[in-house]
């Protein structure tokens, strides 16, 4: 992964491993007054580095990325605030992306929680109908 090409080996292991396996993440938009708005997301690391964020329509960090695209996702497990992991980046949003019920990889990564909480995939993907497509800058 390029974001984590320049961590020593044991580093970007674990980093790695916990931008694959983490289900939380913080995405921290900006409003259009300047402000930070942090919300809970579920995101999946696709192949070619970018970040996946499903999100229900008209919601304010939608708005916020229109306006602005500078965004930071940080990793909400922190190891008693140890370890914390922030990525910066550009997110825009991507209405052509296929629906979260057709992406394996975020379906395998969130069928237990999405069963729990939505009854089907199918359920949850037209609810979070929104794509947004985050393209990392920098790791912290």
């Known amino acids: 992964m390029?974001?984590?090409a320049d961590l020593p080996n044991d580093r970007r292991a674990r980093v790695e491993t916990r931008l694959?396996?983490?289900?939380?993440a913080w995405l921290t938009t900006v409003n259009p007054a300047?402000?930070?708005?942090?919300?809970?997301?579920?995101?999946l690391?696709?192949?070619?580095?970018?970040?996946?964020?499903y999100s229900q329509p008209g919601k304010a960090k939608l708005r916020n990325i229109d306006a602005n695209p500078?965004?930071?996702l940080g990793l909400d497990v922190t190891d008693?605030?140890?370890?914390?992991?922030?990525?910066?980046g550009t997110a825009v949003r991507a209405p052509d992306h296929?629906?979260?019920d057709q992406v394996p990889d975020y379906v395998a990564k969130y069928t237990e929680r999405i069963g729990a909480i939505f009854g089907t995939v199918e359920?949850?993907?037209?609810?979070?109908?929104?794509?947004i497509v985050i393209t990392p800058s920098r790791l912290h």
């Open 98 to 100: 296929v629906p979260a």
């Open 34 to 43: 300047g402000r930070p708005d942090s919300v809970p997301v579920w995101f």
């Open 80 to 88: 008693i605030g140890r370890d914390i992991i922030r990525i910066e």
């Open 123 to 131: 359920r949850f993907a037209a609810s979070f109908s929104e794509a």
């Open 20 to 24: 694959h396996t983490n289900l939380m």
């Open 2 to 4: 390029e974001l984590t």
């Open 70 to 72: 500078q965004v930071a």
């Open 45 to 53: 690391v696709c192949d070619d580095g970018r970040i996946l964020v």
